[in-house]
Each structure stands twice: as C-alpha cells, then as structure tokens.
Nanobody
Framework: QVQLVESGGGLVQAGGSLRLTCAAS????????VGWFRQAPGKEREFVAA????????AYTDSVKGRFTISRDNAKNTVYLQMNSLKPEDTAVYYC??????????????????WGQGTQVTVSS
C-alpha cells in the first residue's frame, strides 16, 4: 500500500509557474504509476497528467500539453508536476493518485486506488 501527500499549491498570477510535488511512502514506489487530477468547484474531477511505473511513459490532457510536465524521481519517492504559463482556468484542487502496483496510470479516476488529500492551485487573472 502507498500513501500520497501533495504539496506546492498556492496563489499565482496568470502566466506564472508552480511545481506540485507528490511524495509517496513505502519502499516499492517504483512499482506504481502516478496520475494528477484536478477538481474545480462544481465540476467533476478531471485527468491532468500521468506517468507510468516503467519506463516512465507520460500522458497529458490536451489543455495542458506544452505547459505542464510530469516527472518522477524514484530515489526520492516523488512525482512532480511542473506547471508553466498558468491560466485562470487551471484553478482547482490538484490531487495525485496511484493505481494498484504495476497497474496502468489511466485517465479515469476509477482506475486509481490511492489518493492524496489535494493541494489548492489558484490562478488570478
């Protein structure tokens, strides 16, 4: 089992950058893919980006391609989401999540067993 803790959220002006961190517990983190999701008030949770457990294949939703980058450092049990050129529509609570070990980091929330508590990202215009 893995536990996830997000950090790095905050308030930023449009065009600015933030780096979110997802810190995982457990010695077998390299067996887990990780996805980032976000949820704005009154909206459903949506997929943002994902990275597989091996060899680190990535995927992004179209609205963040070219602006966001997901990466992982297995030695630090950490996954990052670098967010550049932020827009007001990126405002949401951001969650990291993990599927079962060796599972696919898909775009649907139901594929994920483990979730962090979320971190708020607010982009002002």
């Amino acid at each position: 089992q893995v536990q996830l803790v997000e950090s790095g959220g905050g308030l930023v002006q449009a065009g600015g950058s933030l780096r979110l961190t997802c810190a995982a517990s457990g010695p077998t983190f390299n067996r887990y893919g990780v996805g980032w999701f976000r949820q704005a008030p009154g909206k459903e949770r949506e997929f943002v980006a994902a990275i597989s457990w091996s060899p680190g294949t990535t995927a992004y939703t179209d609205s963040v391609k070219g602006r966001f980058t997901i990466s992982r450092d297995n030695a630090k049990n950490t996954v990052y989401l670098q967010m550049n050129s932020l827009k007001p529509e990126d405002t949401a609570v951001y969650y990291c999540a993990a599927p079962p070990p060796y599972g696919s980091a898909l775009r649907t929330p139901s594929a994920y067993n483990y979730w962090g508590q979320g971190t708020q990202v607010t982009v002002s215009s």
